[in-house]
């Protein structure tokens, strides 16, 4: 969260991002993205639960 909140303090925004299990596996890397309103597309590891 911490790359994406310098680059929106320096002006640099995008509309979405996209990354691997290594983040998408992390809850509280997408539930920061999610409260940003931040769209994104994660591949998350087969062993992740979650509710929809």
């Known amino acids: ?3 994406c909140d ?3 303090a320096r002006g640099v925004t995008s509309d979405w991002l996209t ?3 290594g983040h998408g596996g ?3 890397c997408l ?3 999610d409260g940003r ?4 597309i994660a591949e998350v590891p087969t062993t ?5």
Not at 48 to 52: G, K
Request: proline share 4%.
């Open 48 to 52: 992740f639960s979650f509710w929809t």
């Open 1 to 3: 969260m911490e790359l």
């Open 37 to 40: 309103k931040q769209r994104f």
């Open 31 to 33: 539930q920061g993205l």
């Open 6 to 8: 310098r680059a929106a």
């Open 26 to 28: 992390k809850p509280l």
């Open 19 to 21: 990354f691997d299990d």
